[in-house]
């Protein structure tokens, strides 16, 4: 079953010219799609493409058969940088989805609660963004973006800042909410190996062009220790060599 389709994607700036050219990709419910490339590859212009906040000048991205013009409910966002508002508290962040849309109800807090003792912050709910680690505060954001129960998930490298380790736990934990939510992810990073280890299929972007997916075939659930394994480091090796194929 196709969830999320993208048809022929072309897109230009003004000051750069053609960044997206004939991008055709399709999400299957539940997939987590990864796409890497190098800078300036235009896979970030992709994710805002298929998450509707740019519209492709040719070409169309679809989401359960409809069109999509505009990012919708079904939709959920998780960037590099967390944006948590510094006034709320935790909770109140990771609700603000739902408050934007009026007043939020006792069974919506719950489930924000639940959320955050999910990602690991059941006591600290009552804190300030200020008062957090920056893997707790991506942690606040990835519970932000499900607090809408989205069918689907757009991220833009969103561990790219932190040190290994938390990085590390963190790609488990959101593997884990994933599975449990049943929601689909289009993942944008630069990392190859949490491309391999986080996606179902991984996509190369090299100026603009999106070549073939890779079916990264891991058993899940996903665990730290694959990534030592093989199996995990040929994978990698393949995009390697995938990329280092791209170079003039």
């Not at 690991?120 to 954001?141: E, I, M, N, T």
Request: charged share 15%; proline share 6%; aromatic share 6%.
């Amino acid at each position: 079953m196709i969830f999320l389709q993208l048809n022929g994607l072309h897109f230009a700036y003004p000051e750069r010219g053609e960044v997206v050219h004939d991008v055709c990709l399709q999400l299957a419910p539940g997939e987590i799609h990864g796409l890497i490339g190098r800078s300036g590859c235009g896979k970030t212009t992709v994710l805002k493409l298929a998450a509707g906040l740019l519209t492709p000048q040719q070409g169309q991205v679809q989401l359960k058969g409809e069109r999509v013009q505009q990012p919708t409910a079904e939709m959920g966002f998780v960037f590099q940088a967390p944006t948590l508002l510094n006034w709320l508290s935790v909770l109140d962040n990771v609700l603000l989805p739902l408050s934007l849309h009026g007043s939020v109800t006792d069974s919506q807090r719950a489930y924000g609660l639940a959320l955050l003792n999910q990602v690991g912050l059941s006591a600290h709910g009552h804190d300030k963004p200020h008062q957090l680690s920056g893997g707790q505060q991506s942690r606040v954001a990835i519970a932000r973006a499900l607090i809408t129960r989205p069918a689907v998930l757009f991220m833009d490298e969103p561990f790219a800042a932190l040190d290994a380790i938390t990085r590390d736990e963190l790609q488990r934990d959101f593997l884990a909410l994933c599975q449990s939510h049943g929601t689909a992810v289009l993942f944008v990073t630069h990392d190859m190996g949490e491309a391999v280890y986080l996606a179902d299929r991984v996509s190369l972007m090299h100026e603009g062009r999106m070549q073939a997916p890779l079916p990264i075939d891991l058993p899940r659930p996903r665990q730290s220790a694959m990534r030592y394994t093989p199996a995990f480091n040929t994978l990698c090796e393949q995009l390697r060599h995938a990329m280092d194929a791209t170079l003039p």
